[in-house]
């Protein structure tokens, strides 16, 4: 189903590109409450040439124990964006959300977007800014050293 595509380099080596598109695939689908983030990430990873391992891992951003968290902060950022409609206090308990499921699904997806809009493309831009400062210090450093004499 893949072809050839799989075999790709940029999807198994860590480079400065790889990784950095890995952040922004891997970040934005483990914001996004939904199952098989992982092969989301995986899959998406392939037309983007991001490092597939790496987006994989990154999914578990949202893990069980962070997600309530997440999934709460991004429900808030929704209603910002299109209202608190249903009127009742959000409550973090499993029998409330599906009780309420069809009145927060809207903001909880809209503010899940924004979230994982912001994450990946925060988490892209961090990591060329972070390998290209480490790569040129690393430069820096070697233009320093006393040269050996042959």
Known sequence: MLGS??????????HRKSVAKAFLNGLFWAALPMPLQMLAAALFAIPLRANIPLSIALVWVSNP?????LF?????IGTLVV????GSEF???IDWIWGQLEHIWLP??????ITGIVAGITGYLA?????????????????????KKH
């Open 5 to 14: 595509k799989i075999y790709d380099h940029e999807l198994w080596h860590l």
């Open 65 to 69: 124990i962070t997600m309530p968290f």
């Open 72 to 76: 709460y902060c991004n429900y808030l």
């Open 83 to 86: 209202g608190n409609h249903h």
């Open 91 to 93: 409550q973090l308990s």
């Open 108 to 113: 909880l997806y809209i503010g899940s977007l």
């Open 127 to 147: 990591i060329l800014i972070l390998w290209r400062h480490k790569v040129n210090k690393r430069w820096n450093a070697r233009k320093l050293r006393p040269k």
